[in-house]
């Protein structure tokens, strides 16, 4: 029997929606008809549009909100110009290997001083320590809402309301966070905020999003305008318009819990197969992170390779290299489902691990 091909990597890239592609084709027929310049203009309120529903995504006002091409894009853009020179500046233990890339780079350009915060028990997380962090000569704290490797959930909102110094920024990595669980800068209290709109939004790809608080960008000089590109594909945007009012009219709350669904029957059926989950679905988000012992990985990765299903076979070292992910007896294994995926798809992969486990 032929099967379809399975996708389970919605946390690197999420499908779109067949009404973003239409979106965007409509956009390029126009375009071909009229010329650029004229289509944009007749898309000027729809573009208008967009930025409000990124802005409504997360609970912000769309004068702070702007656009970009990646995380890393929006989270680099915002980062060098932020006044770093003799500072010392917090990181996560989850950082994303790229963020740290260049704050070593600046580091090594006589940046700031980059200290890795203490690990978290993310079941019942105390935050003394890195309270007793956070002084006068810390101009920023980095850290994701939601993790790359095994998608935990940082308690962002407690970070946020740590006590610290007007100047010292907090910047939050949303990327695996957007269109798969709530996202409120209000909330979190958090001073800047950067994320792609390719995974759990289900936008085009290089599309991404950012916001930066009033108070931050007066302090640090920045400006909306100054951050966004000035030049963007339209096509690609009003798809995004498309894939962001597709997640607020269904509702992030519903999403989430549609997901978390599929993700209780991965973790339900890897424990009938003795395969434990690295986390703990109490405190993740949007994806089952398999322990894959490493003599049964290279045929569990074979077979699913000739079954056509996608996974994500994750590199703490490369991805989270401050995460301390043990990987000496076990290969981490991230699936995570989408609203496109279902039960019986979950039931077929597990069909083609069982020979194996």
């Given at each position: 029997?032929?099967?379809?091909?399975?996708?389970?990597?919605?946390?690197?890239?999420?499908?779109?929606?067949?009404?973003?592609?239409?979106?965007?084709?409509?956009?390029?027929?126009?375009?071909?008809?009229?010329?650029?310049?004229?289509?944009?203009?007749?898309?000027?309120?729809?573009?208008?549009?967009?930025?409000?529903?990124?802005?409504?995504?997360?609970?912000?006002?769309?004068?702070h909100t702007g656009f970009s091409t990646s995380t890393s894009a929006a989270w680099l853009s915002i980062v060098a110009q932020m006044p770093l020179?003799?500072?010392?500046?917090?990181?996560?233990?989850?950082?994303?290997?790229?963020?740290?890339?260049?704050?070593?780079?600046?580091?090594?350009?006589?940046?700031?001083?980059?200290?890795?915060?203490?690990?978290?028990?993310?079941?019942?997380?105390?935050?003394?320590?890195?309270?007793?962090?956070?002084?006068?000569?810390?101009?920023?704290?980095?850290?994701?809402?939601?993790?790359?490797?095994?998608?935990?959930?940082?308690?962002?909102?407690?970070?946020?309301?740590?006590?610290?110094?007007?100047?010292?920024?907090?910047?939050?990595?949303?990327?695996?966070?957007?269109?798969?669980?709530?996202?409120?800068?209000?909330?979190?209290?958090?001073?800047?905020?950067?994320?792609?709109?390719?995974?759990?939004?289900?936008?085009?790809?290089?599309?991404?999003?950012?916001?930066?608080?009033?108070?931050?960008?007066?302090?640090?000089?920045?400006?909306?305008?100054?951050?966004?590109?000035?030049?963007?594909?339209?096509?690609?945007?009003?798809?995004?318009?498309?894939?962001?009012?597709?997640?607020?009219?269904?509702?992030?709350?519903?999403?989430?819990?549609?997901?978390?669904?599929?993700?209780?029957?991965?973790?339900?059926?890897?424990?009938?197969?003795?395969?434990?989950?690295?986390?703990?679905?109490?405190?993740?988000?949007?994806?089952?992170?398999?322990?894959?012992?490493?003599?049964?990985?290279?045929?569990?990765?074979?077979?699913?390779?000739?079954?056509?299903?996608?996974?994500?076979?994750?590199?703490?070292?490369?991805?989270?290299?401050?995460?301390?992910?043990?990987?000496?007896?076990?290969?981490?294994?991230?699936?995570s489902p989408h609203i496109y995926n279902t039960p019986e798809e979950i039931e077929r992969l597990f069909a083609v691990i069982a020979p194996h486990?």
């Open positions: 029997m032929t099967h379809s091909p399975i996708y389970l990597n919605g946390c690197g890239r999420g499908l779109p929606d067949k009404a973003v592609s239409e979106r965007m084709q409509a956009h390029h027929h126009l375009e071909a008809r009229t010329g650029e310049p004229a289509a944009t203009a007749q898309a000027a309120a729809e573009l208008a549009a967009v930025r409000d529903g990124i802005a409504a995504l997360i609970g912000a006002l769309p004068d020179q003799g500072k010392r500046v917090l990181v996560a233990p989850h950082e994303w290997f790229s963020n740290l890339r260049v704050l070593d780079h600046i580091t090594r350009n006589g940046g700031p001083q980059v200290e890795v915060l203490p690990p978290l028990d993310f079941a019942n997380p105390d935050l003394s320590a890195w309270q007793d962090r956070i002084d006068d000569d810390v101009a920023a704290i980095f850290a994701p809402m939601v993790t790359s490797v095994t998608t935990l959930r940082y308690p962002v909102e407690a970070i946020g309301h740590l006590q610290r110094p007007a100047h010292t920024a907090f910047i939050i990595d949303a990327a695996q966070a957007l269109g798969r669980t709530s996202v409120d800068v209000s909330a979190i209290n958090c001073d800047a905020l950067v994320g792609t709109t390719r995974k759990g939004v289900r936008g085009p790809s290089q599309t991404a999003l950012f916001w930066m608080s009033p108070a931050f960008m007066e302090r640090s000089n920045l400006s909306v305008p100054a951050i966004e590109p000035s030049d963007f594909n339209t096509a690609t945007r009003l798809g995004l318009g498309v894939a962001a009012d597709q997640v607020l009219a269904r509702g992030v709350g519903t999403v989430e819990a549609d997901v978390t669904a599929l993700t209780d029957d991965i973790r339900s059926r890897a424990a009938d197969l003795d395969l434990r989950c690295i986390d703990t679905a109490e405190t993740t988000v949007g994806a089952a992170t398999l322990a894959i012992p490493r003599a049964r990985a290279d045929a569990i990765r074979a077979a699913l390779t000739d079954a056509q299903i996608t996974v994500k076979w994750a590199d703490p070292a490369a991805d989270e290299p401050h995460s301390q992910v043990d990987t000496s007896n076990a290969l981490p294994m991230r699936v486990s």
